[in-house]
């Protein structure tokens, strides 16, 4: 039996002729849900009895079964890349129901999203996903279950084979770190760091022994990568607005490459902060007060949600406070300095709209103007790929690098979607990009041309996934 679901309403009338009251009788509901163009099974499809908490997912072979308690009952189908539809039993059918799900349409011009691009690298439905890093050539990830009490590290190939898996040195889990030198820790809640190790040959996960997280983090703080015998730096000027990056070297200690700072948003935060604080402290003085309590133009005051000094350092990107200081103000000022081969580096400067390509030394090689960073506001560039001026995108405030390509990302943001978008490092321009499938994904990483995040809100249950799209 095939049925699609324009009509809902006649072809019901047309499928069951007699309607069934069941009130205490449990009813099982089977189907099989395809392509409405391809024909197709589809998995992963979202099953759901409206007003209930009953539901179930489709199978590889498009199969599902459905229990509910009641009838009538409404079905809801939902699934990444198709329309949302929903078909009412009024019956008991006596055969499986094929069901046609109709693909949605993106109206996003240059932006390429497809629900055959993405896939889950982590199927046990038991177990929620706590962390992940790239570790080699393949992923490893800190997986848990009863609210942390059951926990492990898994080590998976990049198409989703399970290579091997652990238990932990010490529970219960915090996270995974990675350093500069794409060595991966295992954090505990006690704060205590073990280096994970692959061993090919036993095809077993090691660790060493355990440092404080807080004693490796700042260890390797300033760091951001190594190139041949080098260990490249970056630091931060004057409370994130501006940066200094160089490079230490053996036998010729600390050298620096470059140093700015943004005077202009220097001036005004400046000017902002005083008048804010003069604001609030004369809201609550007397005309009694002695002048010596009022604030001084020249002085900073620092707030939790303006203390660009907490938080830990992911390279380049800023943390929490810093982001959502920095959003607040609009003044973006993030400096990133990327390894881009084993000779060159480029420096993205959104302060003066630029992108410099350098070599190791730090000789300019060549300098582009960039604009793509100003997404969402008017921006009149008829030559760019992004219609800055007509987009509803807006600028992610974030750089991305795949470490195998050396290619580097940007990210947009509208709605909860996630676009990544390639940086032309020769024009300083976008090339085409694509949309993640899943809203409001967390932690982006790019390897081999493929995104990996995290989601859990793909209308499945709960549980966190490891999510992999290719760009």
Not at 93 to 109: A, H
Not at 336 to 347: C, L, M, R, T
Not at 353 to 379: R, S, W, Y
Request: aromatic share 14%; net charge neutral.
């Amino acid at each position: 039996m095939k049925m699609g679901f324009q009509g809902l309403s006649c072809l019901t009338f047309f499928f069951f002729t007699i309607h069934l009251i069941i009130c205490s009788q449990t009813v099982i509901f089977k189907g099989i849900i395809k392509d409405e163009e391809t024909l197709k099974p589809i998995q992963e499809v979202n099953i759901k009895v409206y007003g209930t908490v009953s539901g179930t997912s489709s199978d590889h072979a498009g199969n599902f079964s459905l229990k509910t308690d009641k009838i009538p009952a409404t079905i809801i189908f939902t699934c990444v890349g198709y329309e949302t539809a929903s078909y009412t039993i009024v019956g008991t059918p006596k055969t499986p129901i094929e069901f046609q799900l109709r693909p949605k349409s993106y109206l996003l011009g240059e932006v390429d999203i497809s629900s055959k691009k993405y896939s889950y690298m982590f199927k046990d439905k038991d177990f929620s996903v706590l962390d992940y890093e790239i570790l080699g050539d393949d992923l490893i990830l800190l997986i848990f279950k009863y609210q942390l009490k059951q926990s492990e590290l898994v080590l998976l190939a990049r198409n989703g084979d399970t290579l091997s898996f652990t238990s932990l040195p010490e529970v219960p889990p915090a996270k995974l770190f990675k350093d500069f030198l794409k060595n991966v820790h295992y954090v505990s809640k006690a704060g205590n760091a073990f280096q994970v190790w692959y061993n090919e040959e036993e095809r077993r996960i090691e660790f060493f022994h355990g440092k404080r997280v807080d004693s490796l983090q700042a260890c390797f703080r300033p760091f951001i990568f190594k190139m041949a015998d080098r260990l490249y730096f970056q630091e931060k000027l004057v409370n994130g607005f501006g940066t200094a990056f160089g490079f230490y070297e053996k036998g010729a200690g600390k050298k620096y490459i470059r140093k700015y700072i943004n005077e202009n948003n220097l001036s005004k935060y400046s000017d902002d902060q005083s008048f804010y604080n003069s604001w609030n402290i004369y809201r609550g003085l007397s005309d009694n007060t002695p002048t010596s309590l009022l604030p001084h133009a020249d002085e900073f005051y620092t707030t939790p949600e303006f203390d660009f000094g907490t938080g830990e350092p992911r390279g380049w990107s800023f943390e929490k406070n810093e982001s959502r200081a920095h959003e607040f103000e609009f003044y973006k000022m993030i400096y990133p300095v990327v390894k881009i081969s084993d000779d060159n580096i480029a420096f993205f400067n959104f302060a003066t709209d630029t992108l410099e390509l350098m070599n190791k030394n730090g000789k300019t090689k060549n300098a582009v103007p960039i604009i793509f960073h100003k997404a969402g506001k008017t921006v009149s560039d008829t030559s760019n790929s992004i219609k800055l001026s007509n987009s509803d995108w807006r600028w992610g405030n974030e750089m991305m690098d795949d470490d195998y390509s050396h290619e580097v990302y940007t990210i947009f943001l509208k709605n909860g979607m996630v676009k990544i978008q390639r940086v032309d490092l020769e024009t300083g321009k976008l090339k085409s990009g694509t949309v993640l499938p899943f809203p409001f994904p967390e932690k982006i990483e790019i390897y081999k041309g493929d995104a990996y995040f995290l989601v859990k809100n793909d209308g499945s249950n709960d549980k966190w996934k490891l999510v992999k799209c290719k760009i």
